[in-house]
């Protein structure tokens, strides 16, 4: 398909457990943004990748949260020893500017739902 | 820094009735405005958005906002509402003294009643 797929669309995992989350956003897009959805919330923002440089980490909260985008396309996003409060949608958005996301849209996957028993 | 906040969690409406949606926004430099919708189980999409001229933005489905910089709001309205219209809405802002990231609000749920 056209749109930003990712994978899994669910994931349950037991506290401690490690997860990754596969982000495939629009073919071409340089801008790549990770966004956490906890339940009832607006997304918040974790991370932002122009091609293959994380230009902005400020948003991830806590060193267990990493991201990568090695070849400026497919991103993961990894938490490791999971948490409870790490339960969430997590978002990936793509956007075809060089300027991230201002003035222009963001692409949203459906996002992976994380739960952490 | 930026911010959203988006009045009322929730808001219903009858079927052909106004809806309103509030948003104010804070922005230290000329804001871009957003709204996206939200359907069940469905990733974000664009509604609308303000960069820069006409304050009156007109989006997807009949949903227009005007951007207010004497009220630093964006407000979203749909002069007659439809079933098909129920989801979750968010405001959003950018600009460049945030970075590159949009900030969106908490949300806002609208209900339909028939």
């Known amino acids: 398909g056209a749109g930003v797929s990712q994978s899994p669309r669910y994931k349950v995992a037991k506290r401690g457990q490690d997860v990754a989350l596969r982000c495939d956003p629009i073919?071409?897009?340089?801008?790549l943004f990770w966004y956490q959805q906890a339940l009832g919330q607006g997304p918040e923002f974790l991370t932002y990748?122009?091609?293959?440089?994380?230009?902005?980490k400020s948003g991830l909260p806590s060193d267990r949260f990493f991201a990568e985008r090695p070849e400026g396309s497919v991103s993961t996003l990894k938490i490791q020893r999971t948490q409870q409060e790490d339960s969430a949608v997590y978002l990936c958005?793509?956007?075809?500017?060089?300027?991230?996301?201002?003035?222009?849209?963001?692409?949203f996957g459906e996002g992976s739902r994380l739960t952490v028993l | 820094a930026q911010s959203v906040t988006q009045l009322g969690s929730h808001v219903s409406v009858s079927e052909g009735a106004l809806v309103l949606l509030r948003c104010n926004y804070s922005?230290?430099?000329?804001?871009?405005l957003f709204w996206y919708v939200q359907y069940p189980n469905q990733g974000l999409q664009l509604l609308l958005k303000?960069?820069?001229?006409a304050t009156l933005v007109k989006g997807i489905n009949g949903f227009e906002a005007e951007f207010k910089k004497s009220e630093t709001s964006f407000h979203l309205t749909k002069p007659s509402a439809h079933m098909s219209d129920a989801a979750e809405y968010f405001c959003?802002?950018?600009?460049w003294g945030g970075g590159f990231k949009t900030i969106f609000g908490a949300g806002t749920r609208l209900f339909v009643k028939a």
């Open positions: 958005a793509s956007s075809s500017r060089t300027s991230g996301s201002l003035g222009g849209e963001l692409f």
């Open positions: 073919s071409g897009h340089v801008s």
């Open positions: 990748f122009q091609n293959e440089a994380q230009l902005d």
């Open positions: 922005s230290s430099v000329p804001p871009y």
């Open positions: 303000y960069t820069t001229g």
């Open positions: 959003a802002v950018s600009d």
